[in-house]
T-cell receptor, first 113, second 114 residues
Framework: KQEVTQIPAALSVPEGENLVLNCSFTDSAIYNLQWFRQDPGKGLTSLLLIQSSQREQTSGRLNASLDKSSGRSTLYIAASQPGDSATYLCAAYSGGGADGLTFGKGTHLIIQP | DADVTQTPRNRITKTGKRIMLECSQTKGHDRMYWYRQDPGLGLRLIYYSFDVKDINKGEISDGYSVSRQAQAKFSLSLESAIPNQTALYFC?????????????FGEGSRLTVL
């Protein structure tokens, strides 16, 4: 069964720093991996979706990479801002219907002004 | 207006009551999902539907039922609510033939069962 781990569970950095959030998965046979942002008490907002054939995706200050062989994905945030404070979740899809989507528990990110 | 709308956003109820959470979407997606989120447990799939005539159980379907009234509407029912069903519930949609595509979530429905 696929397991998705996000370490650290919480991270606090000063404004302006570049940072990397990590997502690891145990079964490398995934079809895609998605990164989400969740603000307190709110729904999940899709940030980036990387298909298994892709190595990375970029959107503005965000860059997500995927290394299936090592079972890892990273979300790089450039020039962090206080508005980036949120919980970031990743989800790996391993096939077999909707049951094949496994979420990590998220990294709670705080950007200090 | 949100593409995926959930009602109610907050609900407090008592043990044994029947509760319905509703979800509607304007994205035109065929696939709809219900998840629950609990602190420390992450997101878990309750039910999903790939089209109007298709209903599938997820990881934690016991104590829940669903109805897909139309392509745009997917409701979740708790026939007899119990306290351990207190959680944040999310509806989500996606489009994708054969493989799960990008998921889009509603704002969530916070349910408290006393």
């Amino acid at each position: 069964k696929q397991e998705v781990t996000q370490i650290p569970a919480a991270l606090s950095v000063p404004e302006g720093e570049n940072l990397v959030l990590n997502c690891s998965f145990t079964d490398s046979a995934i079809y895609n991996l998605q990164w989400f942002r969740q603000d307190p008490g709110k729904g999940l907002t899709s940030l980036l979706l990387i298909q298994s054939s892709q190595r990375e995706q970029t959107s503005g200050r965000l860059n997500a990479s995927l290394d299936k062989s090592s079972g890892r994905s990273t979300l790089y945030i450039a020039a962090s801002q206080p508005g980036d404070s949120a919980t970031y979740l990743c989800a790996a899809y391993s096939g077999g219907g909707a049951d094949g989507l496994t979420f990590g528990k998220g990294t709670h990110l705080i950007i200090q002004p | 207006d949100a593409d995926v709308t959930q009602t109610p956003r907050n609900r407090i109820t008592k043990t044994g009551k029947r509760i319905m959470l509703e979800c509607s979407q304007t994205k035109g997606h065929d696939r709809m999902y219900w998840y629950r989120q609990d602190p420390g447990l992450g997101l878990r799939l309750i039910y999903y539907s790939f089209d109007v005539k298709d209903i599938n159980k997820g990881e934690i379907s016991d104590g829940y039922s669903v109805s897909r009234q139309a392509q745009a509407k997917f409701s979740l029912s708790l026939e007899s609510a119990i306290p351990n069903q207190t959680a944040l519930y999310f509806c989500a949609t996606s489009v994708g033939a054969g493989r799960t595509g990008e998921l889009f979530f509603g704002e969530g429905s916070r349910l408290t069962v006393l």
